[in-house]
């Protein structure tokens, strides 16, 4: 008994007289370099005469008009590259999955339909708090697929459509 009250006394005596409080460490504070400015960059026209070659910054001659040739159709000189007209339109991009517009469409109305038939058969006056809340997104998952088809989306318009169906068939259990 004295051995282990020796003992603790020992390791008591030492653990304090070894211990050191230390001041914290202050540290500079961080400098942050300011904003750098926007730099807007002009649309370049690509139709518009270059300034290096003076001939490309005189207009074109008028040609008349033969009346046997489409007005809306401008046959390019030799040597003279044309350009489409420029669309507002981005170009989209296409996948395998809607390299079709009418069969992607097709089978994402189809997924909705499902996912709606199923909705229709569910009491949705018996169902708990939590259940009408998957209801109703379920309602709005289909409503944003709708939407992006309107905007022909797709990749998007079938996520939220599988996404709505998958809802709607936890409900109809």
């Known amino acids: 008994m004295r051995r282990l ?3 603790a006394l020992l390791t008591l005596g030492t653990a304090c007289a070894t211990a050191q409080a230390t001041a914290p460490v202050v540290l500079a504070p961080l400098e942050v370099p300011p904003v750098p400015a926007r730099v807007i960059v002009p649309e370049i026209d690509e139709a518009a005469p270059s300034m290096e070659d003076p001939a490309a910054a005189r207009p074109p001659a008028a040609r008349p008009a033969d009346p046997s040739k489409p007005a809306d159709k401008v046959e390019p000189k030799p040597g ?3 350009t489409p007209p420029r669309t507002d339109e981005p170009p989209r991009v296409r996948t395998p999955q ?5 069969q992607a469409d097709r089978q994402v109305r189809g997924v909705m339909a499902r996912a709606q038939a199923t909705l229709n058969n569910v009491d949705y006056q018996s169902l708990s708090a939590a259940a009408r809340q998957q209801y109703d997104t379920a309602k ?3 409503a944003q697929a709708n939407n992006a088809l309107t905007i022909r989306n797709y990749v998007f318009a079938r996520n939220l459509a599988d996404k ?3 809802l709607a068939r936890q409900l109809g259990k």
């Open 98 to 102: 809607t390299a079709n517009d009418e």
């Open 140 to 142: 709005r998952f289909i």
């Open 80 to 82: 003279e590259t044309v």
């Open 5 to 7: 009250a020796l003992f």
């Open 164 to 166: 709505a169906d998958t």
